[in-house]
């Protein structure tokens, strides 16, 4: 059965829903009007239990099939929160926050999963009990940890949990996933190379860390081209380099800083100890000292086998068997949904979001046209994994 019935009416109220969330993104763990429009809507659908503030600004809505006698309990979690970047779509209904746009589409996936929780509130055609899950801070806040941290698993008796996220430049209509890791950790790394200043012209008099940064920058790619499996993904990016006020001096010092993203927790671990050893050494080798910082990110998101079946399944049912690619290339962005798959099996899918602009772009925008596809998915995911 392709996507729900109900969804032509369903699908211009979840549009309107999106465009609204769309016109007034919040960021990180401030989005209070976001959350409160979340835990209205949810209200007006008559769902069993609405808690707000779990992991401080997360809403949690548990709805119950007609029957429970199976003791199923489906967790499916939808993102918040927005970005620092001024759009430039254009759009009627384009971000009124200066500075501050919906640029990853979670408005969209606010709006499908509202979209389900007001169908399946209104039909509970299923035996068990869903919990949908909406959390603030995705984009670096690590605001689903926080959600876990604050209990979400145990207080709501959550069993497996599910996530979404659009993909653009995949058609409309499809979906994509992979048993195992499908993004990758994010971590950053913050280097100060400390030589000593002199005079541009006696460099034999001062430690350069202008080239010492250099050697650096050099040396870290090895990690990835010589100590690092070919088959095994691993990136490292320095993205960020600072040094020196005039053409005539030699600083004192220079800063490097970059990101390291694995697939592999092994691999991520062996990578951030080598980067760290390495810039030291050859700091040193120079005469210079190195100051450096490491920041944990998210780990790995890592899907269980079962799950990403059962979520193939479901996404058949509403796409197509032929719509639905089982072993996409994982990606090496970073995803905190990671965090809720750490506590409790699950899967997490891509779907298609049609030839638009990409995510984290000015220009992007969610494509209204999934809508359905992806509120159908939520749906069929109540019906199909606690059937009645
Ligand atoms: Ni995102």
């Not at 605001?143 to 709501?156: C, I, N, Q, S």
């Not at 970059?258 to 100890?273: A, F, K, V, Y």
Request: glycine share 10%; charged share 20%; with cysteine.
């Amino acid at each position: 059965m392709p996507v729900v019935n109900q969804m032509a009416e369903l699908q211009d109220e979840i549009t309107e829903w999106r465009r609204t969330i769309h016109a007034n993104p919040e960021l990180n763990y401030d989005v209070h009007e976001t959350a409160t429009l979340v835990a209205t809507k949810l209200e007006e659908f008559g769902c069993d239990e609405i808690v707000t503030g779990v992991g401080r600004t997360g809403v949690v809505g548990v709805i119950h099939g007609k029957d429970q006698s199976s003791g199923k309990v489906v967790g499916m979690r939808a993102d918040m929160d927005a970005l620092p970047i001024t759009e430039a779509t254009g759009k009627p209904y384009a971000s009124r926050n200066s500075g501050l746009m919906h640029a990853c589409g979670h408005d969209g996936h606010t709006a499908m999963l509202l979209g389900a929780a007001k169908y399946l509130s209104e039909t509970r055609n299923f035996d068990g009990t869903t919990v949908v899950i909406f959390q603030p801070a995705e984009e670096g806040g690590a605001g689903g940890r926080a959600m876990v941290e604050d209990g979400l698993m145990e207080r709501f008796n959550i069993q497996e949990v599910y996530g979404l996220h659009n993909y653009p430049g995949m058609p409309v209509g499809e979906f994509a996933i992979r048993s195992g890791p499908v993004m990758a950790s994010t971590d950053e790394f913050f280097i100060t190379v400390k030589g000593k200043g002199s005079h541009a012209a006696w460099p034999h008099l001062g430690v350069d860390p202008v080239m010492i940064a250099a050697q650096v920058i050099t040396g870290l790619q090895t990690i990835v081209s010589r100590n690092t499996d070919p088959l095994d993904q691993l990136v490292i990016s320095i993205t960020m380099m600072e040094a020196g006020t005039a053409t005539n001096i030699i600083p004192d010092t220079a800063k490097l800083s970059g990101t390291i993203r694995s697939l592999n927790p092994e691999t991520r671990n062996d990578t951030i100890e080598r980067v760290e050893k390495m810039a030291r050494a050859i700091c040193e080798s120079y005469g210079a000292d190195a100051s450096i910082k490491m920041v944990s990110g998210y780990p790995p998101t890592v899907n269980h086998e079962i799950q990403t079946g059962q979520a193939k399944a479901i996404a058949e049912q509403v796409a197509g068997e032929d719509r639905v690619d089982g072993n996409v290339s994982p990606v090496m962005g970073g995803e905190d949904f990671a965090y809720m798959m750490n506590a409790r099996p699950g899967a997490f899918i891509f779907m298609g979001n049609g030839e638009t602009a990409s995510l984290h772009h000015a220009e992007y925008d969610f494509n209204d046209e999934a809508i359905p596809y992806g509120t159908s998915y939520w749906i069929r995911m109540a019906e199909t994994l606690m059937p009645a």
